[in-house]
């Protein structure tokens, strides 16, 4: 059974920088995207970025673009969203979620996502 365990949130100050880990168990990562969705207090859940199966493929949508990027270990099934200049916009819980076959978009569909992690709270402030 697919297992997804997301780490690395905190407390960080405008213009600072954070790295959330995004750990897949008991499945390989080339056989999966890797969506990341963020849910803000009172928002519904938003779609921020994605990547591939074959991890080539990395698409962000315009809130992040520029500022976040994707990357992953396939040695320990470990995908990595560094987050830069992060802005009072940013807070939010931030989830990673696992789907086999599924195009990777820079807005990701959680309906098109089997597998979620429980999140990691990300908060900014000075």
């Known amino acids: 059974q697919l297992q997804i365990v997301e780490s690395g949130g905190g407390l960080v100050q405008p213009g600072g920088s954070l790295r959330l880990s995004c750990a897949v168990s008991?499945?390989?990562?080339?056989?999966?995207?890797i969506g990341w969705f963020r849910q803000a207090p009172g928002k519904g859940l938003e779609g921020i970025s994605c990547?591939?199966?074959?991890?080539?493929?990395?698409n962000y949508a315009d809130s992040v673009e520029g500022r976040f990027a994707l990357s992953r270990d396939t040695a320990k099934n470990m995908v990595y969203l560094q987050m830069n200049s992060l802005t009072p916009e940013d807070p939010a819980v931030y989830h990673c979620?696992?789907?086999?076959?599924?195009?990777?978009?820079?807005?990701?569909?959680?309906?098109?996502?089997?597998?979620w992690g429980q999140g990691t709270q990300v908060t900014v402030s000075s």
């Open positions: 979620a696992a789907s086999r076959g599924v195009y990777c978009s820079a807005y990701p569909s959680l309906r098109e996502y089997s597998y």
């Open positions: 008991e499945v390989t990562l080339d056989d999966y995207a």
């Open positions: 990547i591939s199966s074959a991890g080539g493929i990395t």
